[in-house]
């Protein structure tokens, strides 16, 4: 993965206890490879205009690390250099304003105007960036609309299922793990609440740790390891 200023290689991957438990398998990984900022040209979202959709949470890292002022990165640095929002999303923001989207050659495309702007150093971005397109033409707004509903149908059912499979080898590997750092007091509290509204009964006071994990499902197992690796 490429970055203004820094190149980066690998995989973005979220470092905390949460994904750890999302990778002891089993469910999916209920998060999307990092998408990527970038120049579009969406007539339903801007018209004709060209805008620059920054992921927010890309460009609030390298604010961070490269400016490491406390200031938010689009009012206090992006609108001030001339850039103006002409849209915004979930996690994105897209932007428009001279040498970024405006009066530049489009087939020469980089974001290093609003790199400077942002953290207060000069871009090196030495590559050029493709302009996205997206058509809004009935057939395409038809394809994309029957994409979704299948995505969804698809990700209702993975839910369906997970209520009702039981939990697997690793999520139970991993919740052994969790129950060994933490008190009785805490796993039976824990325990009740991920199983609330579920088909799983609740813990007997006889009953012992593993066997209640065994009983447990997918869905279930997933919100016992929130509860566990939460504050």
Known sequence: MYVIGVREVGDVRRRSETYAAQKAGGGGWGWK????????????RYGDRLVYEALGLKWGRYHGVH?????????EHAEPAGFEVVGSGSGWVAL???GLTEG????????????????GKPGTQDWYE????TC???????????GNDAAYAA?????????????TEKQIKYLNTLVAEIGRERFDAAYANAVKGTTVAPRSADEKTGQALKRLTKAAA???????VGP
């Open 155 to 167: 990700r209702r059912e993975r839910t369906a299922r997970a209520k009702v499979e039981p939990a």
């Open 130 to 133: 493709q302009v996205r397109v």
């Open 104 to 119: 530049v050659d489009e087939d020469a495309l980089t974001a290093n105007v609003l790199w400077e702007a942002v953290t």
């Open 33 to 44: 490879a990092a998408a990527m900022s970038g120049f579009t040209r969406d007539t339903k």
């Open 96 to 98: 428009v304003g001279p």
């Open 136 to 146: 809004r033409c009935d057939h395409c707004e038809a394809e994309r609309k029957a």
């Open 222 to 228: 997933w919100k016992l390891i929130s509860e566990l």
């Open 67 to 75: 400016c490491g002022c406390p200031h938010n990165w689009v009012t």
